[in-house]
């Protein structure tokens, strides 16, 4: 059974930094391409911020360009995501997901397999 975990969310002053992680069971990152979205309050559409191919490539919103970074460990099977200079607009629940995939991986893709989330607030 495939099973997502986010943690590293909470409240921060605008230009400060979090680094968000998802740890996976049921399957291994090397043959996945992982990704973040994020929903932001109230009922916003669910937007991509970042994936990461299963070979290593990465795609970025350009809304988070130059600010965010993604990576992943696949000894841990661990996925992360540097926040920095965040602003209050990346307020959101941000989630990771997941899709098979041994090629293309983008932060627009569909996805298949979803963690539950971890809130972000960033306070001006």
């Known amino acids: 059974q495939v099973q997502l975990a986010e943690s590293g969310g909470g409240s921060v002053q605008a230009g400060g930094s979090l680094r968000l992680s998802c740890t996976a069971s049921?399957?291994?990152?090397?043959?996945?391409?992982m990704g973040w979205f994020r929903r932001a309050p109230p009922g916003k559409e669910r937007e991509g911020v970042a994936?990461?191919?299963?070979?290593?490539?990465?795609s970025y919103a350009d809304s988070v360009k130059g600010r965010f970074t993604i990576s992943k460990d696949n000894t841990k099977n661990t996925l992360y995501l540097q926040m920095n200079s965040l602003k209050p607009e990346d307020t959101a629940m941000y989630y990771c997901?997941?899709?098979?995939?041994?090629?293309?991986?983008?932060?627009?893709?569909?996805?298949?397999?979803w963690g539950k989330g971890t809130l972000v607030t960033i306070s001006s």
């Open positions: 997901a997941a899709v098979r995939s041994y090629g293309a991986c983008a932060y627009y893709y569909a996805m298949e397999y």
């Open positions: 994936a990461i191919a299963s070979a290593g490539s990465t």
């Open positions: 049921g399957f291994t990152y090397s043959t996945y391409c």
